[in-house]
């Protein structure tokens, strides 16, 4: 399973405008990811109330995991768009 830690960028958290963009990127990637709290269960980052369930703050980390092909490259992705609170997905890493 690939996994990357990581701290939430966006200061206000995984809250409404950068769950969305979180949500549409992970959408995206095509593959299976989960999102969790460093010690929480994980939950299925492509929807929306369970991102918004976890009510991650900004600095706090978060888990990115998923087991598909190619998770590697998709986890990296949504790991910088995270931990650098980007406004969209980056096209390269």
Same mark, same amino acid.
């Given at each position: 399973m690939?996994?990357? =830690?990581v701290?939430?960028?966006? %200061?206000?958290?995984?809250?409404? =405008?950068?769950a969305?963009i979180?949500v549409r %990127?992970?959408?995206?990637?095509? +593959?299976?990811v989960? +999102?969790a709290?460093? *010690?929480?269960?994980?939950?299925?980052?492509a929807?929306?109330?369970?991102?918004? !369930?976890? !009510?991650?703050?900004? !600095?706090e980390e +978060?888990?990115?995991?998923?087991?598909?092909?190619? %998770? *590697?490259t998709?986890l *990296? =992705?949504? %790991?910088k768009?995270?931990?650098?609170?980007?406004?969209?997905?980056p096209?390269t890493?």
């Amino acid at each position: 399973m690939a996994e990357r =830690r990581v701290n939430v960028g966006w %200061a206000e958290g995984l809250h409404a =405008r950068p769950a969305s963009i979180f949500v549409r %990127a992970t959408t995206a990637a095509g +593959i299976p990811v989960t +999102i969790a709290k460093a *010690d929480g269960n994980p939950v299925n980052a492509a929807s929306m109330l369970a991102v918004l !369930g976890l !009510g991650a703050q900004g !600095g706090e980390e +978060i888990v990115l995991a998923s087991e598909a092909e190619g %998770a *590697d490259t998709a986890l *990296d =992705r949504l %790991a910088k768009l995270v931990a650098e609170g980007l406004e969209e997905l980056p096209e390269t890493v």
